[in-house]
């Protein structure tokens, strides 16, 4: 079945960088990949997400690239500011059913 | 919220017992599922259902089961507690481009 891969586990940028989260996936058939921002105590949002017909999706401060080629998908994050610290998960769809599997998460901590 | 809503939200139960997690969903979605989410694993599937009476296995089913008898609720039930089920757990709802909504969760703890 569809296997996830994160990394990093933990990342920590200072205010204003960019930041980058990186994912691999199994299943070649999978076409939809989405990224989730969990902050302390709260639910996983959905902030942005990709399907296979294209390489790059971009929403203001954030971007999402994928090559299906090597099977992985990134998360980027320009100019960072406080509020970005949280966990992100990446996940990718199970071909043939209505299904996603995540990676394992990154912390992101942006230091003032 | 995409209209779901979980409960309890919080619960502390002892090894053993049973114990069942609502989740119910205000916008007719045809997708919902069952999450748990530990330290290190992300958030892995228990089960997902894809119509009333319709369920099905994910990755990490063993120790639960489900029920779907309305639309609007999907019922999550441990039927004998164990340690190793401490956690939080997300009920989410799937709309029909495949995006994933999740509940606010519900902790448990098992004694």
């Known amino acids: 079945g569809e296997n996830v891969e994160q990394h990093p586990s933990t990342l920590s940028v200072q205010e204003g960088d960019s930041a980058v989260i990186k994912c691999t996936y199994s299943?070649?058939?999978?076409?939809?990949f989405p990224w989730y921002k969990q902050e302390l105590g709260k639910r996983p949002q959905l902030i942005i997400d990709?399907?296979?017909?294209?390489g790059e999706k971009k929403d203001q401060r954030i971007a999402v690239t994928l090559n299906k080629t090597a099977k992985h998908f990134s998360l980027h994050i320009t100019e960072t500011q406080p509020e970005d610290s949280a966990v992100y998960f990446c996940a990718a769809s199970i071909q043939g059913a209505q299904k996603l599997v995540f990676g394992q998460g990154t912390r992101l901590t942006i230091n003032p | 919220d995409a209209g779901i809503t979980q409960s309890p939200r919080h619960k502390v139960t002892e090894t053993g017992t049973p114990v069942t997690l609502r989740c119910h969903q205000t916008?007719?979605?045809?997708?919902m599922y069952w999450y748990r989410q530990d330290p290190g694993h992300g958030l892995r599937l228990i089960h997902y259902?894809?119509?009333?009476?319709?369920?099905d296995k994910g990755e990490v089913s063993d120790g639960y089961s489900v029920s779907r008898s309305k639309t609007e609720d999907f019922l999550l039930t441990l039927e004998s507690a164990t340690s190793s089920q401490t956690s939080v757990y997300f009920c989410a709802i799937s709309t029909t481009t495949g995006e994933l909504f999740f509940g606010e969760g519900s902790r448990l703890t098992v004694l």
């Open positions: 299943d070649s058939a999978s076409n939809y």
């Open positions: 916008e007719n979605h045809r997708y």
């Open positions: 990709i399907r296979s017909n294209v």
């Open positions: 259902s894809y119509g009333v009476k319709d369920t």
